[in-house]
Every structure is written in structure tokens, then in C-alpha cells.
């Protein structure tokens, strides 16, 4: 059985998600203009929210529990993506904000990235990691979660699982952060784990981030510069 290595954690990018605000319609003219003003606001409103809490602005009392079922799946690594290419134009990307040059966000990323695990499959309460020399199957069973406060002033959530069972191999403790606070179906996510519980909410520069396997690498850098 392959030795499944504690990986180094870190805090995922925050970035934007794009609103798409609903509009209304109303049978006569002043209702329609009633309504549509009202369901525009609040769907701006709506979205906002949501852009406040993937940057990592929320209430406390927003934050509830979440099943493993939310990273229900099969899931790809990002990080052979980064290496082989396919990812430079999400770093161009992120460059013509200014802060920082394509080569230095590449660089954050090969550390941000960073993992032996090319595959994770969740099913029920199994998490199976796959690296190139076997796979390690644990079950987990939740943990609670772990509000962090970042340098920046935002905050995140770590939604953690503690192994019950399965190969030796399979971490003690692994920790979610996806963008959400409360129970909803990832559709990307960034996975810490390792046998200390403590030690992971401490590391800050590693991130192992997974995709749906059955996207292919050109609509994952899509997704990415998407948000």
C-alpha cells in the first residue's frame, strides 16, 4: 500500500464569482416596472451576498455543517496542468491586474498546487486518494469546521472529517475549503490533509486543488479565469 505523504496546507485564491442578476416580468406596464425593479435588486443583492462569501465576507450565523456528500465524486488534480503548460493563461490572466507578473503567479501556484495525489474519489463515506504508486481508502466521518481569519482581513471555513476506519495509509484528518460556508455541491475544491488536526488549520502555503474529472484541462483554466 503506497504511503499517502501529509501534504502542506495553505489558503486558497480568493477571487470573484460572476453575478448574473434575474429580471421579472409583470403583466401591465407599471407592475412590470415595480417588479422588475424589486426582483433586479434583489437578485443583485443575492449575488453580492454570494461574491461577499467567496471572498471570505460572512456572518457567523451563516455558517452550518456540510456532508461529505457536497465533495461527493470523482476528482482531477490541477497540478499536472500548471506543469505542462495549460494553466498559462489563467497566470496571464491574473496578471493584467498589475499586482504581480505571469512568472510570479506561477510560481505561487507551483507551491499552491503542489501534490502526489492526482485523483481523489469520494463515495458514501470513502475518500480513495490515488497517487502513480496505488491508491489509500479511508472512512471518514465529520469533525465539525474551523473558522480561519487570513492576513487580508477575510476568513474562511475549513469543514473537517476524521478517519474511522480503512488502510493505514489514508490520512487521519482531512479538511475541506471550497468558498461556501454551508451545505451546498462543490464544484472545485481545496483538500488539506494529514495526522495532525491542529497542524493543518496552521499551513499557509500549499492548496491541493481537485476538478471534476470529466473536464477536460482547457475548460478547467476556463472555469478558473471565470471566477
Not at 407599471?30 to 456572518?59: C, K, L, T
Not at 461529505?68 to 491574473?94: I, R
Not at 470513502?126 to 466521518?141: C, I, L, S, W
Amino acid at each position: 500500500m503506497p504511503s499517502i505523504m501529509p501534504t502542506r496546507l495553505s489558503l486558497p485564491v480568493l477571487a470573484l464569482l460572476i453575478a448574473t442578476p434575474l429580471a421579472a416580468f409583470a403583466q401591465s406596464a407599471d407592475s412590470h416596472d415595480h417588479d422588475h425593479d424589486h426582483d433586479h435588486e434583489h437578485a443583485q443583492g443575492h449575488d453580492h451576498a454570494e461574491n461577499d462569501v467567496y471572498r471570505g465576507y460572512f456572518e457567523d450565523s451563516a455558517i452550518a455543517a456540510r456532508p461529505l456528500s457536497d465533495w461527493q465524486g470523482d476528482w482531477q488534480s490541477v497540478y499536472p496542468y500548471l506543469q505542462d503548460g495549460t494553466l498559462d493563461v489563467v497566470m496571464a490572466h491574473k496578471a493584467e491586474s498589475g499586482e504581480k507578473t505571469a512568472a510570479e503567479h506561477r510560481a505561487t501556484y507551483e507551491t499552491g498546487y503542489r501534490t502526489d495525489v492526482d485523483r481523489i474519489e469520494i463515495e458514501g463515506q470513502e475518500v480513495t486518494f490515488h497517487t502513480a504508486d496505488g491508491a489509500a481508502t479511508g472512512t471518514y466521518a465529520g469533525d465539525g469546521y474551523e473558522v480561519l481569519t487570513y492576513a487580508a482581513g477575510n476568513r474562511g471555513v475549513r469543514f473537517i472529517f476524521e478517519k474511522q476506519g480503512g488502510d493505514a495509509a489514508a490520512p487521519a484528518y482531512i479538511q475541506f475549503s471550497d468558498h461556501k460556508i454551508a451545505p451546498e455541491p462543490a464544484d472545485h475544491y481545496h483538500l488539506y490533509w494529514g495526522d495532525d488536526r491542529a497542524a493543518l488549520l496552521e499551513e499557509v502555503t500549499n492548496w491541493p486543488t481537485y476538478y471534476p474529472a470529466d473536464l477536460s484541462a482547457e475548460a478547467i483554466a476556463q472555469e478558473m479565469m471565470a471566477h
